[in-house]
């Protein structure tokens, strides 16, 4: 376990072992959420904010809709393509 102290400005430092664990780097947007347990103890959750999170996804498919016009059509030519590849 390792600990770091908050300054006035309620700044801290992440230790270094964990930084590198993480692969955070200058720059790294992190997450803070303030989380209870079963227990109803507070506690804080601090996490890497991920390149890949679900909004970054947002809009991947618009491509597939306008080339096949609907996403059961796709899906219809991808498994019958599975089927080729599997003989």
């Known amino acids: 376990m390792y600990q770091s102290t908050v300054s006035i400005q309620g700044q801290t430092t992440i230790p270094v072992q964990i930084r590198d664990e ?3 780097t200058p ?4 997450v803070w ?4 347990n079963y227990l109803g103890v507070n506690y804080v959750r601090i996490t890497p904010a991920s390149v890949q999170s ?3 996804l947002r809009g991947i498919g618009k491509d597939l809709y306008k080339k096949y016009g609907s ?3 796709y899906l ?3 498994r019958a ?3 080729k590849k599997s003989i």
């Open 81 to 83: 393509s599975w089927d």
């Open 33 to 36: 959420e303030t989380v209870q």
């Open 27 to 30: 720059g790294t947007r992190m």
């Open 22 to 24: 993480l692969g955070l």
């Open 54 to 56: 679900l909004k970054s």
């Open 76 to 78: 219809i030519q991808e």
């Open 71 to 73: 996403g059961r059509k």
